[in-house]
């Protein structure tokens, strides 16, 4: 292979590269109409209403400047991946969205039902969020499963740290499908795996407004201003 044609192969790919990174970065339209669809770790059980990461989300982009309106949020504390999807369904939903988010799974993993159910049921997910904004990828983001395993109720579990391996492999296949579709991965596990009190809500097993703070923090880390 020459010199000049291996250059140009080079370039071509860090290219493509470039473009990937640019896609994988969460696109903020002005006025930012959020709906934020997931389970207890969205609508934020036991914290407070505007505790949430969702509206601490939308707090932190009106702060800077850009224009924002409440968010929508579709969730409740023990869904699953097939529970979401007959929401959305069932809602009647406005279609102009410009900002969606999806954080799902952990009710598959903890209610032991088949992982072939995620990885076929994600993609319908992704779907149906794709139709309330559009047909926009560029306005759509996956939230990883944070990891209970660290929570008291968590230690508590007869499973243990098999819940913490699990809990990989759904996030694995959430982030993979969210790179084959070129749309923002925000890795929020990492920060739960830490034993601090404060991160955890006083029922000893969902995050805290604090926790969800550093989520926020990890998002507006992903937006592309």
């Given at each position: 292979?020459?010199?000049?044609?291996?250059?140009?192969?080079?370039?071509?790919?860090?290219?493509?590269?470039?473009?990937?990174?640019?896609?994988?970065?969460?696109?903020?339209?002005?006025?930012?109409?959020?709906?934020?669809?997931?389970?207890?770790?969205?609508?934020?059980?036991?914290?407070?209403?505007?505790?949430?990461?969702?509206?601490?989300?939308?707090?932190?982009?009106?702060?800077?400047?850009?224009?924002?309106?409440?968010?929508?949020?579709?969730?409740?504390?023990?869904?699953?991946?097939?529970?979401?999807?007959?929401?959305?369904?069932?809602?009647?939903?406005?279609?102009?969205?410009?900002?969606?988010?999806?954080?799902?799974?952990?009710?598959?993993?903890?209610?032991?039902?088949?992982?072939?159910?995620?990885?076929?049921?994600?993609?319908?997910?992704?779907?149906?969020?794709?139709?309330?904004?559009?047909?926009?990828?560029?306005?759509?983001?996956?939230?990883?499963?944070?990891?209970?395993?660290?929570?008291?109720?968590?230690?508590?579990?007869?499973?243990?740290?098999t819940n913490s391996t699990e809990l990989?492999?759904?996030?694995t296949f959430m982030?993979?499908?969210?790179?084959?579709?070129?749309?923002?991965?925000?890795?929020?596990?990492?920060?739960?795996?830490?034993?601090?009190?404060?991160?955890?809500?006083?029922?000893?097993?969902?995050?805290?407004?604090?926790?969800?703070?550093?989520?926020?923090?990890?998002?507006?880390?992903?937006?592309?201003?």
């Amino acid at each position: 292979m020459s010199f000049k044609f291996s250059y140009i192969i080079t370039i071509a790919l860090l290219f493509v590269s470039s473009a990937l990174c640019m896609a994988q970065k969460i696109t903020l339209k002005s006025p930012v109409k959020f709906l934020a669809l997931g389970d207890s770790y969205t609508i934020g059980e036991s914290v407070g209403a505007k505790e949430n990461w969702p509206h601490q989300f939308i707090d932190s982009i009106n702060a800077s400047g850009i224009e924002a309106e409440n968010p929508v949020v579709l969730a409740t504390t023990g869904w699953r991946t097939d529970d979401l999807m007959n929401a959305i369904n069932d809602s009647h939903l406005a279609s102009n969205f410009n900002l969606v988010s999806i954080s799902i799974g952990v009710n598959n993993q903890y209610q032991g039902k088949p992982f072939s159910l995620f990885e076929t049921e994600l993609p319908v997910l992704f779907g149906q969020a794709l139709r309330h904004c559009n047909n926009d990828t560029t306005s759509i983001f996956f939230v990883s499963i944070p990891d209970y395993y660290f929570t008291p109720f968590g230690l508590s579990s007869k499973k243990g740290k098999t819940n913490s391996t699990e809990l990989d492999q759904y996030n694995t296949f959430m982030n993979q499908f969210a790179e084959k579709m070129h749309v923002p991965f925000i890795d929020v596990t990492s920060i739960s795996r830490n034993r601090d009190e404060h991160l955890t809500a006083k029922d000893g097993l969902h995050p805290s407004a604090f926790q969800y703070s550093k989520w926020v923090s990890e998002m507006l880390k992903s937006i592309k201003w």
